[in-house]
C-alpha cells in the first residue's frame, strides 16, 4: 500500500509553524508498513488543495490529509475531498451535540460556523476529537482512502495513535506490531556495526534504527497473521538486541530517560536529589517533567557561582580554591552534599564549561563533571564535547542531561545485581 | 517572485525527522515578501526528486532544495538539480580544502566520499559552510533560480540567514527590511482588535502577527530604495504599536524573553535567585539558556516537598500547614526565603498544581502562584489556567515560566520609572 501526506494550511507555508503533523503521520505509516514517496503542503486554497489531492491519488491509495477542518470559511478541506468523491455532506447530530457541549464548558455560544464542523461526507467514518471540536474522517471509495485529521498537534496525534492506525490496521492484510527499543550511550553507525546485518536486511520482522539528538531508537516491527503471532516473530530479535547492546537498553516502548528513570526509583522508593552547575536546572527540569515525580525528587539546587557552591551546597572553599569549580573534586561534593542536605538516597552532580566563553587549557569548553553519590559509592565522571557548532551550549547541556539520567539508570541496575 | 520548497531525504518521509527546515526556509521567504504555494517532501530517490523538481519550476521562478547534499551515493540533490539546468559538475578547490581542514580538525581522514561534496555545478554561486562540509549553492538560468541548501538544521539555519538572505535581498527588486516586534501576556485575537485594522491591510510596510505558545510576535516588513527608506518607512507602524501595546511589548529583534531578563538585569548589576516547586528547575533553566547568564543567575532551589521548602529555603512550617505549600503566603516566602538566601536583588518562585493529580476544591489543578520579591516589595501573582488537553502539564509549567520572567521584567522597567 502507497500512502502520501497532504497538510493544508497558509500558516505552515508562511512557515508560522512547524508542519509535525506530517512526520507524525509519516512515523505511523512506516511502522505500518505502508510506504510513503510525497508529502506535500498547500495553503488554505480551493484549487491547489483539489490539485494536490488530485495528485496525490494519481500515485498513492492511502491519502492523510491534515489541517483545514477548522469553522471558518478558509477550512476548505472536508468540502474540497467531498466534492473529490462526489459526495454530499450532512450534519451528524451526535457531533454537532459534542461540538455544543465542549463549547458550553468553555463558555463559548455554538454559531453557524462552529455547526460546520459537524458536517460530514455521506457514508464518512466519524473519528471523535477528544481535545478538540473537529472530528476525523475516513472517507473510501474504489480503493481510494482519504483520511482528515484536525491540524493542531495535540488534536491531531491523540486521534491518529489511538484511532487512525488501529482503523488501518483492520483495513491492511493480517495483523501489524512493533516495538521500540531505545538506546543511550551509542551512536547509530556503531549499533549498526554491532548488530548482525541480516536482522537489517530482513523483511519480516524489519529493523530500523532511528538516531535521536544523543539517543538511538531501534523500531522491530512483524507483521503476521494475529498480534501471537507478530509477536514471537519479534522476540529472537529483540532477544539478539539485548545480547549485543543490553547495556545500552535503557528501555521498550518508552516516551523517554526521564520516564524510565523515575519509575525505576519509584519501584525501588529511591529519592534523588540533583546540584547543578553547567545544566543549570535541566535535570531536575526533565525528572519533574515527568507525572508523579514528586514521589521521587527530593530537591535541587542550581548554583553557579562558587560563593553559592559552598554556602548553600557546602562545597569546602578549599576544595574550590584548590581544584577550581569545574573538577572532580567539586563535582564529588556536590553530589554528596546535595544527597545530605535532601536526606536523598541518591545526589547527582553537573559541572564543566558550556561556552561560549569560560574553559582552561586542561578543561576547554566542553569539559563537563558528572557526579553520583549513594548506593554506597561517590562516582565521578568526565565527558569531553567538541562541539563548535551555533547551538554548542544547548547540545553540551542537553547531552550531560541524557548521561546523567543514563548513568544513575546504570547504577540501579549494577545494584539490582549486586 | 514565487518561491517553492522542496525537502529531500527518506528520513523526512519515514517521519524519523521533522521538517524544521521547511518552516525556516518559508518564514524567511515570508519576510522577503517571496509567496510560496507548495512545500514538497520526497526521498533521496532521482526519478522521484527530478519530477518535484520539474514540477516546482513549472509553477514558481525560485526553488529551495534543503537536504541530500551529504557524501554518499544516497544524496542526489545536487546531481539532479545540475542536470536539469544542463551544468558539469567541477570540483571547488576552496571547498575541498575546507572539507579536508574540518575533517582533520575532528580526526577522520578525508574520502572520495567527503571530497565529492566539493564539486560544484559550473556557474553557481557558492556560499561556505560553518557548521558542516557541504556548502550551499545558488544556480540562476533564464529567470529561474534554485537554491541548495544542507539538510542538518545546524548548518541549515545560520547559513540560510547569513548568506541566502542577503543573496535574495540583493537579487530583489530593491531593499527590504523588517523588524520583529514581541510581545507577552496579550492574545493574537486581542491584538488583531486593539490595533487600527489599517495597519494589518497595508501592503508596504507589511503587518504580520505570529502567535506561538503562549507568545505572539508582529513583524513589520518595509520595501524601499535604501535600507533608510524602508526603516523610515517602518518607524510609524512601530510607533502605533508601542502606543498602543507597549506594555505588552518585551523586545525587539530579540530571540526570546529569558534574553531579554538576563540583559536587563545585567545592566542593572542585579542578580536572580529561584526558588521553584511546579516548574521543578525550568526558570532556571531557561536563564541559564543565554550565554552569560552566571553575571545575573544567583542560585535556583527545587523544593518538590513541603519538607524541603521548610528546611532548605526556609519556609516556616506554619506556614505550610495553615495555608499549604500551594498558597499566596508559600509563594511569598519562598521567594522571599530565596533571595536572601542568595544574597540576590531578587527572589521568584512558583508553586501549583500542574497535574494531571493533586488539585483542591478552592485551587484546581491549573491553579499557580508566582511570588516575586526585591525591588522593595514581595508580589504575589495568581494564575489560573484551565487546560485539559493531553499535554496539559507541560503547557502549564511553560506558560508559568513566561509568566514570571515577564513580570520580573516589567517590575524592572517600572522600578526604573520610580
Known amino acids: 500500500m502507497t500512502g502520501e501526506i497532504i497538510s493544508v494550511g497558509t500558516e505552515l507555508l508562511l512557515g508560522q509553524i512547524v508542519n509535525t503533523d506530517a512526520a507524525y503521520a509519516a512515523r505511523g505509516l512506516a511502522d505500518l508498513g505502508i510506504s510513503v514517496y510525497y508529502q506535500v503542503v498547500v495553503g488554505d486554497n480551493r484549487e491547489r488543495l483539489s490539485t494536490a489531492l488530485e495528485a496525490a491519488f494519481s500515485r498513492s491509495d492511502l491519502v492523510i490529509l491534515t489541517g483545514g477542518l477548522g469553522p471558518t470559511g478558509d477550512d476548505l478541506t472536508k468540502e474540497v475531498t467531498a466534492e473529490y ?60 482512502t482519504a483520511i482528515l485529521l484536525p491540524g493542531p498537534p495535540r488534536e491531531m496525534e491523540p486521534m491518529f495513535s489511538s484511532q487512525i492506525v488501529p482503523y488501518l490496521r483492520s483495513e491492511l492484510d493480517g495483523t501489524i506490531r512493533s516495538h521500540c527499543i531505545r538506546l543511550f550511550g551509542i551512536g547509530e553507525a556503531q549499533l549498526e556495526q554491532d548488530l548482525p546485518a541480516a536482522l537489517f536486511a530482513a523483511s519480516n520482522p524489519t529493523l530500523a534504527p532511528y538516531a535521536k539528538n544523543g539517543e538511538v531508537e531501534l523500531r522491530v516491527t512483524a507483521r503476521g497473521q494475529s498480534p501471537e503471532q507478530c509477536e514471537e516473530a519479534m522476540r529472537p530479535v529483540i532477544g539478539t538486541i539485548y545480547e549485543i547492546l543490553g547495556a545500552y537498553v535503557y528501555g521498550v516502548d518508552v516516551p523517554n530517560l526521564q520516564t524510565v528513570l523515575v519509575h ?11 546540584a547543578e552547575s553547567l545544566t543549570g536546572g535541566l535535570v531536575s527540569e526533565r525528572i519533574t517533567q515527568v507525572p508523579g515525580a514528586s514521589a521521587v525528587f527530593a530537591l535541587g539546587v542550581c548554583t553557579y557561582s562558587d560563593s553559592m557552591k559552598a554556602k548553600v551546597l557546602g562545597v569546602a572553599p578549599t576544595t574550590l580554591d584548590a581544584f ?22 541518591i545526589g547527582v552532580s553537573t559541572t564543566g564549561f558550556a561556552g561560549p566563553a569560560g574553559g582552561t587549557p586542561e578543561a576547554p569548553v566542553g569539559t563537563v563533571f558528572v557526579g553520583i553519590a549513594g548506593l554506597g559509592q561517590t562516582r565521578i565522571i568526565r565527558l569531553g564535547f567538541d562541539i563548535r557548532d551555533v547551538d554548542a551550549r544547548s547540545q553540551i547541556r542537553h547531552l550531560t542531561a ?16 549486586a
Do not use: Y
Request: hydrophobic share 45%; aromatic share 2%; charged share 20%.
Open 324 to 345: 577550581g569549580a569545574v573538577s572532580r573534586q567539586t563535582a564529588g561534593e556536590m553530589a554528596h552534599h546535595v544527597r545530605e542536605l535532601a536526606g536523598a538516597d
Open 85 to 144: 468523491f462526489g459526495l454530499p455532506l450532512a450534519e451528524d447530530p451526535a457531533i454537532a451535540g459534542a461540538i455544543a457541549a465542549r463549547l458550553a464548558r468553555a463558555g463559548i455560544l455554538c454559531t453557524a460556523e462552529s455547526a460546520k464542523q459537524a458536517m460530514v461526507p455521506q457514508g464518512a467514518r466519524v473519528f471523535p476529537n477528544q481535545n478538540g471540536t473537529a472530528p476525523g474522517l475516513a472517507i473510501r471509495q474504489d480503493g481510494r
Open 402 to 417: 541524557l548521561n546523567v539520567m543514563a548513568a544513575v539508570l546504570r547504577l540501579l541496575k549494577k545494584g539490582d545485581k
Open 264 to 274: 525505576e526509583l519509584e519501584e525501588r522508593s529511591m529519592t534523588i536529589a540533583t
